[in-house]
């Protein structure tokens, strides 16, 4: 348990580091750690303006890592991302210079102003943790993440992100307009510079590796298991959606909750950590039958109904 409680320090270390200067938004913050935590990549969608790039960068600066920052438009090329190949005249051989995604932590700002080539160049490094340029293949460094930020859909200039993408993201969320009291206390942080600028880096990545591991060791009982796999094919098996979440889905929800276990200071798993992740968790990959602009809302609105419906372990179903 001693364990337990020093990697939760070390965690919520990240969590206040933050939170100096995204104020007031400490579930959005503790989520996207959770997503750190779980090797995972991290999806923040909102209005231009409520601090999903300073959440990108605050979390940066409070790991000792590498970090990249790539802004997306619609005249990208796949090999603004990845890098190329050159021929390099004086030594007679093909060199490989890397783009910006071979960082340890890379931004990937308004990814869905890009073209979905471009979006797609980012599924190898996403999920294999390597790319392929010009057949030869180059991994990733370790740790490696990509916060991506995107504006709603239904913005002028965007193109949405494909379904095989967005299943990537182990976790999407969202952060809000703040309460007036919170956005005074903006303005005021930010009248002679910026606090992005005076945080320092909280954890290393040794340690951020460390703790990674030790989510891994959170123990999660058989029945919660069972719960977990219940609302995942409670999706699958559901008039309003059209396609379902996929086993990824399962491992995403298992692997997040054992990680808020931990930064909640416990060393195993409730079921009341599932819910808490289950919309951010699996939200963002169902297909609801409706084609209008409410995909994303819908797909919240119909997790949180599915949670009413499956029967919490050791409770009775409605």
Not at 88 to 114: C, H, W, Y
Not at 116 to 128: F, G, I, N
Request: glycine share 6%; with cysteine; charged share 25%.
């Amino acid at each position: 348990m001693t364990d337990i409680v020093a990697a939760q320090a070390k965690a919520k270390s990240i969590v206040d580091n933050v939170e100096q200067v995204i104020i007031g938004k400490r579930e959005p913050i503790e989520l996207a750690v959770v997503a750190l935590l779980s090797r995972g990549h991290l999806l923040i969608e909102d209005a231009p303006g409520v601090g999903k790039t300073m959440l990108a960068r605050s979390l940066a600066k409070s790991l000792d890592c590498t970090f990249k920052r790539i802004q997306f438009t619609p005249d990208m090329l796949p090999s603004d991302i990845t890098g190329v190949s050159f021929y390099n005249q004086k030594t007679g051989d093909f060199e490989f210079r890397s783009g910006p995604i071979m960082a340890q932590l890379v931004l990937a700002d308004e990814i869905n102003r890009a073209t979905p080539k471009v979006q797609s160049a980012l599924l190898e490094c996403m999920e294999e943790g390597q790319i392929t340029v010009d057949g030869v293949t180059h991994r990733m460094p370790s740790p490696f993440h990509v916060l991506a930020t995107q504006n709603p859909i239904e913005y002028e200039g965007t193109f949405p992100l494909p379904e095989t993408q967005l299943d990537r993201f182990i976790l999407r969320i969202n952060i809000g307009y703040p309460a007036v009291a919170d956005e005074i206390n903006i303005m005021d942080r930010q009248q002679l510079r910026h606090p992005v600028e005076k945080i320092n880096p909280v954890l290393t990545t040794a340690e951020m590796e460390t703790l990674q591991e030790t989510v891994k060791q959170i123990y999660v009982d058989e029945l919660v298991k069972e719960y977990i796999a219940r609302l995942v094919a409670a999706t699958r098996d559901n008039t309003l959606i059209f396609l379902g979440a996929s086993p990824r889905g399962s491992l995403a929800l298992y692997r997040t909750s054992q990680a808020r276990a931990l930064l909640l200071g416990r060393d195993y798993v409730l079921p009341d950590d599932v819910k808490a992740l289950a919309a951010p968790v699996l939200a963002h990959r169902l297909i609801p039958r409706a084609t209008d602009t409410t995909h994303d809302r819908s797909g919240r609105d119909i997790v949180r109904q599915i949670l009413e419906l499956v029967p919490v372990p050791g409770t009775v179903g409605r």
